[in-house]
């Protein structure tokens, strides 16, 4: 069985869970596990190796490039307001 999960010492005394393959801390229902006890990440480890746990599908989305922010907006202009609201100054 190959291993894909493990624990690390994040800070002192606290732990983080981790994909091997990719160094990342897993994610679970949308929370990072990181910052337990020692025993609460092996416990997770020794979960996620037996299937009774899964982690959440990370979807890798690419950061806009300069060109595309300027396709979008050639001139790099903010639209102008043209709804005013007046004044009740008079």
Partial sequence: MVTRYNKRLQDEDLWEVYEISTGRVIVIAGHPY????????AEIVALLESGALSVDEIV????PTESASQHANPAGAIPAVTDRVPSDKS
């Fill in 60 to 63: 890798e989305t690419p950061l």
């Fill in 34 to 41: 990181d910052g337990m006890a020692q025993h609460e990440a």
